[in-house]
């Protein structure tokens, strides 16, 4: 079955130049990059992005985890991968969410760490299609994904403010 899968390198992945090791991983699976950017997630992005985990008690570490303020580096690269079996394949090879849990082999395994009590996994993978629609529209624009993976709509606003190159 053909899916889409969003997958993050979290700001100890890039603290740690360890992004070329985790695309080059990635690149086992076969699946295409359909979209990438560095972001910067801003803090009500990061909430809505874990939402699901809002009342654990590791929550408000969790959101300045994804925001960067735990590593000063405050910036992610997300991506979204396409091909067969997109999900699985993806999280089979990131490994369990745990770093001390995941196989040797995993990009957790490998590049993961438990510190302070905070899994710093550097990886993010969508665990389900619903999860991966839903964290998907919240980090891409349709025009930022080169294949048309969900319904859009066209909408013109004429109170638009934007920056653009001068």
Request: net charge neutral; proline share 5%; charged share 25%.
């Amino acid at each position: 079955m053909l899916q889409q899968t969003l997958v993050v390198v979290k700001p100890d992945g890039l603290v740690r130049s360890l992004t070329g090791n985790i695309l080059t991983r990635l690149s086992e699976t076969k699946l295409e990059i359909i979209a990438a950017k560095m972001a910067r997630p801003s803090r009500a992005l990061a909430v809505k992005h874990y939402q699901h985990l809002k009342e654990k008690p590791f929550f408000e570490e969790l959101i300045q985890y994804l925001m960067g303020e735990l590593h000063d580096r405050r910036k992610v690269m997300a991506m979204v991968y396409w091909g067969e079996d997109a999900i699985a394949r993806v999280r089979q090879l990131a490994g369990a969410t745990n770093p001390e849990q995941a196989e040797p082999t995993s990009i957790r395994g490998s590049y993961g760490r438990v510190r302070g009590g905070i899994f710093e996994n550097v990886i993010h993978a969508s665990e389900s299609e619903p999860e991966a629609e839903r964290e998907i529209k919240l980090w891409f624009q349709p025009d930022e994904i080169i294949m048309d993976l969900y319904p859009t709509t066209a909408v013109t606003r004429a109170s638009v403010t934007q920056r653009v190159w001068a």
